[in-house]
């Protein structure tokens, strides 16, 4: 495995889960702050969680390489519920902290990547 963090990688797929978070998270070569195959920056340590089935992942590709089932978005009226991960510090976001926030952890303040927010309406139902 090519990794230059030292972390171990790993790639779970439904119906288990990654034991290494506290909550069900599944996802591709996923590492300790759930960067995955993907999403590998600096940046890139938030996990999001699925209307389907409410596992979180790394990010939709990896939802669709370890999932049984096609993926739903969050549902609106489920914003105020834990739907959004942060990898370095493990707190859950509710959906609204997460996308009316600034694109940091509001606990431990890791910086997230702008750019999953761009791809809301996959994750977030519009
Ligand atoms: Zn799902
Ligand atoms: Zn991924
Ligand atoms: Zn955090």
Redo the contacts with the bound molecule.
């Keep these: 495995m090519n990794d230059d963090s030292g972390y171990e990688r790993r790639t779970t797929h439904?119906p288990a889960t990654d034991d290494r978070f506290p909550v069900s998270l599944r996802g591709v070569a996923v590492g300790s702050e759930t960067r995955c195959a993907h999403w590998n920056s600096e940046l890139d340590v938030v996990a999001l969680r699925?209307?389907?089935?409410?596992?979180f992942?790394p990010c939709h590709a990896c939802?669709a390489e370890t999932?049984d089932?096609?993926?739903?978005p969050w549902p609106q009226d489920r914003f105020d519920d834990p739907a959004v991960l942060c990898g370095v510090c493990r707190t859950t976001l509710s959906a609204r902290t997460y996308l009316d926030g600034t694109d940091a952890c509001p606990r431990c303040g890791a910086e997230f990547n702008p750019g999953c927010r761009r791809h809301r309406d996959r994750y977030f139902e519009p």
């Design positions: 439904a699925f209307g389907c089935c409410e596992a992942a939802h999932a089932h096609d993926p739903e």
